[in-house]
């Protein structure tokens, strides 16, 4: 028997939250063992960690580069401080919606994966998403009951990143489905945005979309708005490769030439 039982309770409380049925059912006689906090420690943080995994994989962030390898001297104009105050997630208490703007190959996927990532990190639920894949998959549903459940899947999550609005042009279909989604996640959810076209073309994204402006409109109240502008940094790592490589084949063939004849 537990000599103190009310010292240990905190402790059966959390094998209880973790469902240890036989733990529980015999804490009168291993309740004091000074295994038993270990014991929970190693449960909860492996729990944690699996739950982490499950979350990380459902929300297909894909690879992306950390923010530790961030350039962040290679963007022209980009604003730091507001992409940091982004990290730490306290725009999900008020729903605020999230847009980076910017042409191709400046980073703003990679802004919005590690902030996804982040907020996976603190317990959200989170789902990235390409544009095109996710407004194909909505149009090509054939019944009302399947797309309002696929509406709901999207609607879901804490955090949902739609990302490369604009690469590509679309119907008026693929438009008021896309109202139709921001509006259920309006000032419930936090939804991320990455496009290449400012708000003021989106008319050449949607061509003859009568929701286009109030998309926007709904899509940019309340929302952080981070523009970036700057070469693509893709185009950068290419040369830079190719400049290796360039490099290494002029070295061999020096080496080559200067080699004594056998």
Partial sequence: MIANPAQYEPLRLRAKALHLNGLVAH???????????????????????????????????????????????????????AVEELMSLAFLADATNIVFVGPNGVGKSTLAQNIAYQALIQGHTVLFKPASQMLGELAALDSDAALRRRLRHYAAPD????????????????ADLLF??????????????TTNKPFAE???????????????????HRAEVISIEGDSY?????????????????????SLHKAPPS
């Avoid at 955090?159 to 693929?174: A, C, M, Q």
């Avoid at 989106?202 to 940019?220: E, I, K, Q, T």
């Fill in 27 to 81: 804490w009168s006689e291993v309740g004091d063992a000074e295994w038993i906090a270990l014991l929970l420690q190693w449960e909860e943080e492996e729990r944690a960690h699996r739950s982490l995994q499950r979350r990380i994989r459902q929300a297909r962030l894909g690879h992306f580069k950390t923010m530790a390898d961030f350039d962040w001297a290679w963007p022209k104009r980009i604003d730091r401080g």
């Fill in 180 to 193: 139709e989604l921001v509006s259920r996640r309006y000032q419930n959810r936090s939804t991320l945005v």
């Fill in 159 to 174: 955090v949902l990143v739609i990302d490369e609005v604009g690469y590509l042009s679309y119907s008026n279909r693929h």
């Fill in 234 to 254: 893709r185009f950068k790592e290419a040369r830079e490769r190719a400049e290796i490589r360039a490099s290494r084949r002029a070295a061999t063939k020096s």
């Fill in 202 to 220: 989106w008319s050449d994204v949607f061509p003859n979309a009568a929701c286009v402006v109030s998309l926007v409109d709904r899509l940019v």
